[in-house]
């Protein structure tokens, strides 16, 4: 239990302070991401499923796909326990959230994305701890 509560509170400490990729806003300051959008699981001796579901500001948002992989590569980076990261938009949020939530779970995907030299310098902006 108390190890939970810590992957929860380190997971929420983490994705605080991811920026938003148009806005000079952090993901918490725009209520894209709470701590109540992060639930942790333990699935074997010391290995955690993680859970993030986030609301993008506008039903349409079309950086949401972005956003996801910015959540998905600073908690790969930064969660000091093995895990499992599952990231979904919240239910009902987003026009497209069956579509983004396919994309932003598909490891072939994710690798491709990050491949991507523009996309990568975004990702690294957003997700770069400031100074």
Do not use: W
């Amino acid at each position: 239990r108390f190890l939970i509560a810590a992957g929860l509170c380190r997971a929420s400490d983490i994705i605080r302070t991811i920026r938003d990729p148009e806005k000079p806003n952090t993901l918490e300051d725009l209520e894209v991401v709470t701590e109540s959008c992060v639930e942790v699981q333990e699935i074997g001796e010391d290995e955690y499923l993680v859970i993030i579901r986030f609301t993008p500001t506008v039903p349409h948002c079309s950086l949401a796909t972005l956003i996801g992989l910015c959540l998905r590569i600073k908690l790969q980076r930064c969660l000091p326990f093995r895990h499992k990261l599952e990231i979904y938009i919240s239910e009902g949020t987003h026009s497209t959230e069956e579509d983004i939530n396919k994309q932003i779970n598909d490891k072939e995907r994710v690798a491709a994305a990050m491949e991507n030299p523009n996309l990568r310098e975004i990702v690294e902006q957003c997700v770069t701890e400031p100074d």
